[in-house]
């Protein structure tokens, strides 16, 4: 079983949709990143979480420690948000972060 | 140089080959990394180093070495290629000094070995 697991794998859905990416972990972390990857492009990190809920623009992302998830949302979605979205984590045993298998997001106009 | 960057861009290579990636980041981090990326595998560690002067492994490391003899230079080098090394390689940099830990990425090399 991979330490991180993400869903959907794919999701394909209508411009101003609200979308929510899952990720669920199974080891102690110190940290979790979600990373933007467009088709072609470099790696951008859009979030780092411990604990709680960040925002920023259209984009929230979400963290629950004792459950060992979280959620990345994406209100009003348009097509530039096309993109492949990664979850990883930094575990408290291990240096470097371990990747989810990321999830492709087409958002059709 | 502003950020992170990654030399070449892609590559083609030979099968039995040496290689060097080159990755140079200019924000004094100290900390950097090498990932592969693979279809349907995600990204993967390769090696990392926390500080110059030291060197870890990461989940993939066999068939790769690095060196980091400063803070700003991180090379990634395959001794003798092989074709399941074709890939796309990240370097990747973060200041462990600052809570946030944010990772920053270089472009990628897309490298190719026949």
């Known amino acids: 079983k991979n330490e991180v697991e993400q869903s959907p794998q794919n999701l394909t859905a209508q411009e101003g949709e609200f979308i929510t990416i899952n990720c669920s972990y199974s080891?102690?972390?110190?940290?979790l990143h979600w990373l933007q990857q467009h088709p072609g492009g470099g790696i951008v990190s859009l979030f780092m979480?411990?604990?709680g809920k960040k925002k920023h623009g259209r984009l929230i992302a979400t963290i629950n420690i004792q459950e060992k998830h979280s959620s990345l949302h994406i209100t009003a979605s348009h097509p530039r948000d096309s993109a492949v979205y990664t979850c990883?984590?930094?575990?408290?045993?291990?240096?470097?972060?371990?990747f989810g298998k990321g999830t492709h997001l087409i958002i059709q106009p | 140089i502003a950020g992170i960057t990654q030399a070449p861009t892609s590559q083609i290579l030979a099968a039995g080959r040496r290689m060097t990636l080159r990755c140079t980041q200019d924000?004094?981090?100290?900390?950097m990394y090498w990932y592969r990326q693979d279809l349907g595998l995600g990204l993967r560690l390769i090696h990392y180093s926390n500080t110059a002067g030291t060197t870890g492994k990461g989940e993939v490391p066999d068939g790769y070495s690095v060196s980091r003899a400063n803070t700003d230079d991180f090379p990634l080098t395959l001794a003798s290629a092989v074709p399941s090394q074709t890939s796309v390689y990240f370097c990747?940099?973060?200041?462990?000094?600052?809570?946030?830990?944010?990772?920053?990425f270089g472009p990628g090399t897309r490298l190719t070995v026949l």
């Open positions: 990883a984590v930094r575990s408290t045993y291990a240096d470097g972060l371990t």
């Open positions: 080891v102690g972390i110190s940290a």
């Open positions: 979480l411990s604990s």
């Open positions: 924000m004094r981090h100290n900390a």
């Open positions: 990747a940099s973060s200041d462990r000094a600052v809570s946030t830990d944010t990772q920053y």
